[in-house]
């Protein structure tokens, strides 16, 4: 006796619930570990779910650049800064104030409660698609319709390289 | 199935990204070191990035936008990266310590 395959529909139905399930636990590995490295481990778990999410979205393009940029730079960077900065036996959490554990798990859940609600209870107006939506798409929009907007964040991120070299080489001889 | 359609709703995307976002404030509440909170306010960008794509999707009439701003969150939050982890090496050079409480130098 064989179980039935699911069909592909269902398939792609569980997959999806797959990158929610591992979306929501890299999620909390990262804000609740104790250590930092743990932490950096469950938000590269958690980037690579939401990746997964964007590809669900029709946009394989975004996905691929989730995983190169925050996966890839993003994260990296932080564990390089980990290993340069964090002391030894740190535990990033303790008894800094017995209120903030209980106040925290509160408004976060206030703030949960209140987007879902918003989320649940609004009606979205749809409208109907214009184009496609694909890389040559973008493309055109960012050379044409945002081509300020691009040139302006390229600008943004040559001051940020700027800047972290000029921050973090002072005071690098002593 | 209901639950394996769950794909094609836009609600089930607005609640991961209201749970990413809730879980980036608590544990920018919860951490004490300056690296921890850098790591939750990364994964608030990434919550209202899912909402923006999740929108994109559904409802906007250009699907090309929503992902162009998409890609213009993750520059910002390479840029803010970069420099919020520079101040951070800065400040464990100067105090030797990234803990959050300890720095308390122009507290009086």
Redesign the interface.
Known sequence: MTLPLPSQ??L???V??IQ?LV??TG??I???SER?IR??AG?IV??IG?AG??F????P??AM??IL??VG??AI??S???M????EE?K???P?NIL??P???I???L??IG??YL??HTE??????????SVE??GT??LTS?AM?FEL?SI??LV??L???V??R???SN | MEILNLYNSLNAYLLVAALLFAMGIYGLVTHRTLIGMLISAELILCGASLNFMAFNRFTAPDPAVGQIFALFIMAIAAAEAAIGLSIVIAIYRNYKTIDAEDLVKLNG
């Open positions: 529909g269902n792609v139905g569980i999806f619930l929610i979306t929501i999620a909390f990262a804000v609740n930092l932490s950096v938000v958690c980037f939401v999410l964007y669900f979205l029709n946009s393009f975004v650049m989730q940029i925050y730079a993003v960077t932080i390089f800064a980990i340069l900065a964090a002391p740190y990033s959490r303790g800094a903030v554990g106040l925290g798990i408004s976060a859940a703030l949960f987007l879902a989320a649940i979205w107006p749809v409208h109907a698609k214009i184009n496609s939506g798409v973008i929009h960012l945002y907007v964040i943004v991120l940020a390289i800047g972290a070299l921050l973090a002072r005071g690098r």
